[in-house]
């Protein structure tokens, strides 16, 4: 997945995608009827909304790949990635999900602005100035979380559902995750494609999740973002080898 995400939404990569396909289509060093996607974490969930909108594409493959709202993994990340603790989850749930609501609604811009500022200083400002922030720090830090939710990318994402998309497929789908990725939880978010493709009447898909992984496919420790960069590896042979075995296997049968 790659782009400006402060501009984009999905339809917009689907459509770049769509037009990728179409220059393949053009070349005689391309087997046409051969045509796959692979889509990582973002394009995880562009890829079937790409598959969808033409025939050109015989497989797909899902790579840390979303299969619920976009709104319930805003809330499982405000957990897992959340930099700081908080004295009571349940209430820390309530307010994300009240942000989320403000964000992923109809209203103006501008009157989301002004009310999801209000509610960020309502409940994370007192959170932050008991772990020792400054007022200039704390400012700074809503400032940015308020900006950041409110980004084309982030509004159409909270409203974006993949499971819709997914459960229209009837080419071959491979769907991998890391049991250690924080970004997306692998049993939630496989749980969900699967049942998807379980809708669609698909034939021809498997979910894999694949052992000490990360978000990024890397063999780690403990799965953490602030790990990426100490990780040598770029992409685990387990999981290339995973993907070309299945490619080949596909190509075989088609």
């Not at 396909?21 to 060093?29: A, I, Q």
């Not at 501008?110 to 020792?132: D, F, M, Q, V, W």
């Not at 978010?189 to 049942?195: G, L, P, S, V, Y």
């Amino acid at each position: 997945s790659t782009g400006d995400f402060s501009k984009a939404t999905t339809a917009d990569f689907a459509e770049d995608v769509l037009s990728a396909v179409r220059y393949l289509k053009s070349r005689k060093d391309i087997d046409s009827k051969n045509i796959g996607l692979i889509g990582h974490s973002e394009g995880g969930i562009i890829a079937p909304l790409a598959a969808n909108q033409t025939s050109d594409i015989s497989f797909m493959i899902t790579l840390a790949g979303t299969g619920i709202p976009g709104s319930e993994v805003s809330v499982m990340q405000s957990k897992s990635l959340r930099p700081f603790p908080v004295p009571d989850e349940a209430t820390f749930e309530k307010n994300v999900r009240k942000s989320i609501e403000i964000a992923s609604s109809d209203d103006e811009i501008s009157k989301k602005r002004k009310e999801l500022k209000a509610h960020n200083n309502t409940y994370l400002a007192p959170i932050l100035k008991s772990l020792g922030a400054s007022d200039k720090n704390i400012s700074i830090f809503i400032k940015k979380e308020t900006e950041g939710v409110l980004k084309p990318w982030n509004t159409y994402f909270l409203n974006y559902n993949p499971a819709d998309e997914f459960e229209k497929l009837s080419i071959p789908v491979l769907s991998l995750n890391g049991s250690k990725d924080i970004q997306v939880n692998a049993t939630v978010n496989q749980d969900a494609i699967q049942n998807a493709l379980i809708k669609a009447n698909n034939k021809n898909y498997k979910i894999v999740e694949l052992e000490n992984l990360n978000h990024l496919f890397q063999e780690c420790t403990t799965g953490k973002m602030n790990e990426y960069k100490t990780i040598e590896q770029t992409l685990s042979p387990i999981a290339l080898k995973e993907i070309s075995k299945w490619i080949l296997e596909i190509i075989r049968i088609n």
